[in-house]
């Protein structure tokens, strides 16, 4: 999947910002070690998620009929294939493929609306395809290309936006698979909102307009929030999805499944303690009382059995490799590059403090899956191609010497 | 498991090896920092050096706000799995264990013999588990062989009242036919089994149904109150429990309800059972002694029924009657008997609608209503003696006072006066002493005395009355007992007021003292009172508690673990020379009054002291009393009862009286007369 989402263009020498070529001999001092080209702050610890991913799917497969501990591990098998090819290839050839990649990112979240390809899903989700044998979300790919629409769009103005008509077309770009997976798949459609929305931030975008377009988005959502909730008019979103984004404020308040779900989550995490319950012996989790303990709730899993020692590890391995990914950016010349690191941190960021947050009542309920940890292999094999990407980048660091 | 132990190693193994590769080689990677950091912005300074800075600041920018999501989440976690661990830990438990109750037998309730008036009797169950709910032919059979339809089945297994866990009940009292089959055919019947449960039974059927009363499943406001009562000594009801509604059964609850069995059980979200957990095994309640005597009991009901037979077979309506029996040195119920009765055995396992509507119809007389402490009327004669130790109380009269009675009286002697008031034997008893006036019932000497009272402008026959505990409550150990209403100047004020009358119709007059003297008006008694009045006129002051409970029998063994502390409620005092003047005008009323009369008591070894009553009631025939206690000269017993819409107390309660006093002396009544001339 990864090998065909950046198909286009394998040319590999690409062409080489200026950043990069000043950077020359800055990394040649002759301690090359056999790991030279992996970036060790942000693979390590992703790795040692996967671990923990690993342990923690095997007992949700011992108790939890959806759970296949055997298809997980071909997800990370599969995923780690990718990352590998993707870490090869030199991603800065993207970086002047605006409009193919604009093309394919919405093809892919176009993709499910396709009849024939359409699949119907999980919890009111369509966002799924069926190719021959083989079933998958493509707005999971969708956001590594849009990641890198985003960065190469951004990366023309080399952090300086100075006419407002290219802050609008940098919107536009964004807003049009945005709209289009947006109204298939709320969850996804607002990972991709926020990593774009982070890459145009971070591109160098003057304050006023960046305030002014959050104004603008708030209002767009209390309208819509407001406008469903209104009696006798046709409704911007469905009851259901308008109830999973409220319950979370009172979840004892709304005897709906997802009030219940919520409920049980915070149980299971809550009666987690400060150590936790045990390997294996989430009895909300394992016995059925939480639903969806292998991938939407899957932090609440976790949680009941190791506890917040075991959260807060967790939750540390997540912020060594999000900020490794961060400081990787800043040190990073090219803008192009800053902006896809950007842009896979965004993304992670997002997918946490959703998945998480929604597990212990202080985001809406939305199927976001924790990246590495949650069952699911377009999820997994996706995180793992945009840990490949931060690899990438910094295998490409030095290319110029 | 092993495989689960393998994986974790491996984990673990992996994890430290890759910490391990980050601390060998992790450092080139801040060489790093430390090459480009400080070459990279400076070479490419100059001119778009704020281009630079932007992004770098947005960089950081971005940093400090996924520090500060992830700060959220930490803080959300402390306080939810540190602060208030415990509270969703017990939500937890809560949901994985679950709560599988069986019920505790109620104590049985004897009488004062050991003789068993309401008992247990086993009653094959036949139960099911929840998955039979599945299997739509196991119902269908199942149905067909109790004789219900399935979709009742169906229904009694969904109903989940006795616990998520807990085995439904389907049918109780299955036959035994029902019992064969379903223990020949156990493969046909996956999740049903037979159980013997308990079920109330009465031996001597609605025998003391009043008393005893019965039980039902709890109501949902006796839910409520138990659960917001929630002392320790109090029961907490669940659902579907059977708790006393009346009489006994519900004022000894506590006593006879006894401690369901708990199984704790370990469950999955399905609600399958994973683990038994502690269990407490029920204990059945205690047995309860009552001071009833059930052959007196027997006697006195059957002859309230024999005796309401017979008057309506001379065309009175005998609506409803009640006697009771009291041992007046203590205060126990010997016998409480009220008629129509009702069958506590209609109440086992649930009333049907119609027997419910039957027992609630208007023509069935309200058999559920104990009339001894709730039926409220007016005393007419029997109030008599009180009245009478009013008068010499208050020397309205005096002991050697006479009147003269020529049938009517008006309240100044003139006949053309309005209104006259007649005496029930309208030609007159001629010259009346006031013992005379208690045996022959003059209404005119009472008349007098009312007069007097409203002459000297006091209150003394109303707490006269009071101080013989009229107006309020005996507090006799059964619930649902009446005050009764001892009218004077205030209350009918207030009263008639209250519905409207004008101020004169509202006014306290003579005629209303002179209705109370004979028990009239607006005076309303109840038998348990006028009882209670009469044991003190036969103990010379001292009043008992009635009560119905003698004890708690203990579990092994025929003692008490508890008993019923008898306790004196009023000691009235009295002249010795008034009690000798009363107690000679009701001796009258038995041997002197009327022949026909006598003849029902000469035929009794004791000596007997009463009074005869018939109290003009609105809209039908007047309601018959009759009290009387024995022996005279050592008082022991006091029975007293009266009879609704008949002709006269002599010729209706008193024949239950005597039945009572019969079945205590064992001599029963031989005498066939009957009078009419009586009051």
């Keep these: ?401 | 498991m092993d495989l689960t132990l393998v994986i974790v190693i491996a984990c673990v193994v992996v994890a430290v090896a890759l910490v391990l590769v980050f601390v060998v080689f992790g450092r080139s990677e801040a060489n790093f920092t430390f090459d480009i950091g400080g070459a990279g912005p400076r070479a490419s300074g100059g001119s778009d050096s704020s281009s630079e800075k932007t992004l770098s600041g947005r960089l950081v920018g971005l940093a400090v706000t996924v520090g500060a999501a992830f700060a959220a989440l930490v803080a959300r976690l402390w306080s939810m799995q540190l602060v208030s661990s415990e509270q969703y830990a017990a939500q937890a438990e809560n949901n994985s264990t679950s709560t599988v109750y069986s019920q505790a037998p109620r104590g049985r309730i004897l009488d004062r013999n050991g003789r068993e008036i309401v008992g247990n009797r086993p009653s094959l169950t036949v139960v099911a588990s929840s998955d039979v709910l599945s299997d739509e032919v196991e119902m269908q059979l199942l149905g067909n062989l109790i004789g219900m339809p399935a979709q009742a089945v169906r229904r009694k297994i969904q109903d989940t009242s006795e616990g998520q866990q807990s085995l439904r009940t389907v049918s109780v009292d299955v036959s035994r036919r029902v019992v064969a089959y379903i223990g020949e055919h156990p493969e046909a019947f996956p999740g049903v089994e037979v159980q013997a449960r308990t079920q109330r039974s009465y031996p001597y059927g609605s025998l003391a149904a009043h008393v005893v009363g019965y039980t039902g499943t709890v109501t949902s406001e006796q839910l409520k109150a138990s659960q917001e009562n929630s002392s320790e000594d109090s029961i907490t009801y669940r659902s579907g429990d059977v708790v006393g509604q009346t009489g006994v059964e519900a004022q000894y609850e506590s006593v006879l309800q006894g401690v369901r069995g708990e199984q704790k059980v370990f469950v999955d979200a399905n609600g399958n059972v994973l683990e038994y957990s502690t269990n407490v095994e029920p204990q059945s309640g205690s047995d309860l002694v009552l001071t009833l005597d059930l052959d007196i009991q027997r006697a006195a009901e059957e002859s309230l029924e024999r005796v309401m037979g017979e008057l309506r077979d001379t065309g009175y309506a005998a609506t409803g009657g009640c006697v009771i029996a009291m041992d007046c040195t203590n205060g126990e119920i010997l016998a409480m008997a009220s008629a129509p009765t009702f069958s506590p055995n209609l109440f086992t396992g649930g009333i049907s609608t119609t027997d419910w509507e039957a027992l609630q119809a208007e023509d069935a007389h309200y058999p559920m209503m104990n009339r001894a402490i709730a039926g409220q009327y007016p005393s007419g004669s029997v109030i008599k003696p009180l009245t009478s130790f009013a008068a010499l109380d208050y020397g309205v009269c005096n002991t050697g006072s006479s009147w003269y009675c020529s049938g009517w009286w008006t309240w100044d002697g003139n006949p053309n006066s309005l209104p006259v008031m007649k005496c029930w034997w309208e030609t007159g008893h001629g010259s009346m002493s006031l013992a005379d006036g208690i045996t022959f019932s003059c209404d005119v000497v009472f008349y007098e005395i009312g007069k007097g009272f409203y002459n000297n402008d006091s209150d003394g026959m109303q707490d006269t009355f009071r101080r013989y505990g009229l107006g309020s409550a005996t507090e006799i150990d059964l619930p649902g007992e009446a005050t009764g209403r001892v009218p004077d100047a205030q209350w009918k004020w207030d009263y008639f007021k209250a519905l409207g009358y004008s101020d004169s119709d509202a006014t306290w007059q003579g005629g209303d003292n002179c209705n109370i003297a004979i028990g009239q008006g607006d005076m309303l008694v109840t038998a348990i009172q006028m009882v209670c009045a009469y044991c003190s006129i036969a103990n010379g002051g001292p009043v008992w508690r009635p009560h119905v409970m003698k004890g708690v029998r203990a579990k092994v063994g025929e003692g008490f673990v508890s008993e019923y502390k008898c306790e004196q409620i009023r000691d009235v005092e009295e002249d010795q020379a008034f009690r000798d003047v009363i107690a000679q005008g009701m001796e009258g009323v038995i041997y002197r009054e009327d022949a026909a009369q006598a003849t029902h008591w000469t035929n009794l070894d004791v000596t007997v002291r009463g009074k005869t009553g018939t109290a003009e009631q609105p809209g039908g025939d007047p309601i018959g009393w009759f009290i009387a206690y024995a022996p005279a000269e050592n008082p022991k017993y006091v029975v007293g009862g009266n009879m609704d819409r008949v002709l006269q107390g002599a010729s209706s309660a008193m024949y239950v009286v005597r039945d009572v006093f019969g079945a205590i002396y064992g001599q029963p009544d031989t005498s066939t007369t009957t009078t009419t001339i009586a009051d």
Aim: with cysteine; glycine share 10%; aromatic share 10%.
């Design chain 1, 1 to 401: 999947m990864a090998a065909d989402m950046t198909g286009p263009g394998t040319s590999s020498a690409g062409p080489l910002s200026s950043l990069t070529q000043r950077a020359r001999g800055a990394h040649v001092s002759g301690r090359r070690s056999p790991l030279d080209g992996i970036y060790l702050s942000q693979l390590i610890p992703t790795l040692l998620i996967l671990v923990i991913s690993v342990a923690n799917m095997w007992v949700c497969s011992l108790s939890l009929e959806n759970a296949s501990f055997t298809s997980h591990l071909a997800g990370i098998a599969i995923g780690l294939v990718a990352a590998a090819a993707v870490w090869r290839y030199d991603y800065r050839a993207l970086s002047n493929m605006t409009t193919a990649l604009f093309v394919l990112a919405c093809v892919l979240m176009a993709l499910p609306r396709v009849p024939g390809l359409g699949l119907e899903g999980g919890l009111g989700g369509l966002g799924w395809v069926r190719i021959g044998p083989l079933s998958f979300q493509p707005s999971e790919p969708g956001k590594i290309v849009t990641i890198f629409l985003m960065a190469s769009a951004c990366a023309q103005y080399n952090g300086k936006i100075d006419s407002f008509r290219d802050y609008a077309k940098l919107c536009g770009t964004l807003l049009v698979p945005l709209l289009l997976i947006l109204s298939l798949d709320l969850g996804t459609g607002l990972v991709v909102f926020f990593l774009g929305a982070a890459i145009i931030i971070c591109s160098g975008a003057p304050r006023a307009w960046v305030l002014g377009t959050i104004a603008l988005i708030v209002g767009a959502a209390a309208f819509v929030v407001i406008e469903s909730s209104i009696e006798g008019i046709p409704h911007i979103l469905q009851e259901y999805q308008l109830k999973r984004l409220t319950v979370f404020m009172n979840p004892t308040a709304n005897a709906s499944d997802d009030g219940y779900n919520l409920l049980q989550s915070m149980i299971a995490v809550g009666s987690g303690g400060f150590l936790g319950k045990g390997f294996g012996n989430a009895t909300q989790a394992l016995s059925g009382f939480l639903p969806e303990a292998e991938t939407d709730f899957i932090f609440a899993t976790f949680a009941e059995q190791f506890g917040f020692v075991g959260s807060v590890v967790l939750l540390g391995l997540y912020a060594w490799m999000i900020f490794s990914t961060i400081l990787l950016a800043l040190r990073m010349e090219s803008t192009f590059s800053k902006l896809v690191l950007v842009g896979c941190v965004a993304m992670w960021t997002f997918q946490v403090l959703e998945s998480v947050g929604m597990c212990i009542g202080i985001m809406p309920i939305t199927g976001i899956p924790l990246p590495f940890m949650t069952y699911g292999s377009s999820s997994m094999v996706i995180q793992l191609v945009a840990v490949g990407v931060v690899q990438s980048v910094w295998r490409h660091r030095q290319k110029a010497a």
